[in-house]
């Protein structure tokens, strides 16, 4: 099972299983210890370049269309694969800083995650 939840929101440790971030910068706001991330890969962020981009007004099929391609990468696949494998063993809850963490990147990454 993959969650998509806001680092922000307070954890669930009976639901989560293990919490990785997947924004490329630490979110404001929000001590370590708060935020109880397990893991932090910055391999499957978004590239900064990508980021900037997408805010400068760039739209959401391209912009997926270039973060899959980035996630193409030898690092980010090998670290796709071994985030596959922490999923199959048991709950993943993937986290973001973004107000909706349903509409943004961390949901195409966990849809790559939960493919086949």
């Known amino acids: 099972m993959i969650r998509l939840r806001r680092v922000y929101d307070p954890p669930e440790p009976e639901a989560d299983g ?7 910068l630490w979110p ?3 001590s370590k210890a708060a935020a109880a991330v397990d ?7 978004p590239s900064a370049e990508l980021r900037r981009w997408f805010h400068a007004g760039g739209s959401a099929g391209e912009f997926r269309r270039r973060y899959e391609a980035e996630l193409g990468a030898a ?5 796709l694969e071994r985030l596959r494998g922490l999923a199959a ?8 800083a973004v107000r ?3 509409s943004g990147h961390a949901a195409i990454l966990a849809e790559l995650l939960a493919g086949p």
């Open 18 to 24: 293990v919490r990785v971030l997947v924004d490329r």
């Open 28 to 30: 404001r706001g929000v």
């Open 39 to 45: 893991e932090w890969p910055r391999e499957v962020t």
């Open 75 to 79: 690092g980010a696949a090998a670290e």
């Open 89 to 96: 063993g048991g709950p993943l809850t993937l986290l973001t």
């Open 100 to 102: 909706d963490p349903g």
